[in-house]
């Protein structure tokens, strides 16, 4: 699976942006999608995760209530729509897709893109 990440960009905080991930190759609809981010000096992060079938939603506290992950399997794409956007939220967006059901943790990732800036400024 390849994934392409796109759709970060410059906006306020209080504001609202949308990223969004395309898959190639194998089939897209077998994997769990996450989020991910990485501020500049710390650790990547994990920010929301869907099942394959959309079923079942994950995210981390930090964002709860303000960012929806979404996924359109044949369209071959997942969705992160951010809003009340903070300056806290600015970071590199990584989409990855695992086959596995811990989708909170790195580590059972197997497939990643290359990531897109979002940056909130104050």
Do not use: H
Request: proline fraction near 2%; hydrophobic fraction near 35%.
């Amino acid at each position: 699976v390849q994934l392409q990440a796109s759709g970060g960009g410059l906006v306020q905080a209080g504001g609202s942006l949308r990223v969004s991930c395309v898959a190639s190759g194998r089939a897209f609809s077998r994997y769990n999608m996450g989020w991910f981010r990485q501020a500049p000096g710390k650790e990547r992060e994990f920010v929301a995760a869907i099942s394959w079938s959309g079923g079942s939603t994950y995210y981390a506290d930090s964002v709860k209530g303000r960012f929806t992950i979404s996924r359109d399997n044949a369209k071959n794409t997942v969705y992160l729509q951010m809003n009340s956007l903070k300056p806290e939220d600015t970071a590199l967006y990584y989409c990855a897709a695992s086959t596995a059901q811990a989708m909170r943790v790195m580590v059972v990732y197997d497939y990643w893109g290359q990531g897109t800036q979002v940056t909130v400024s104050s």
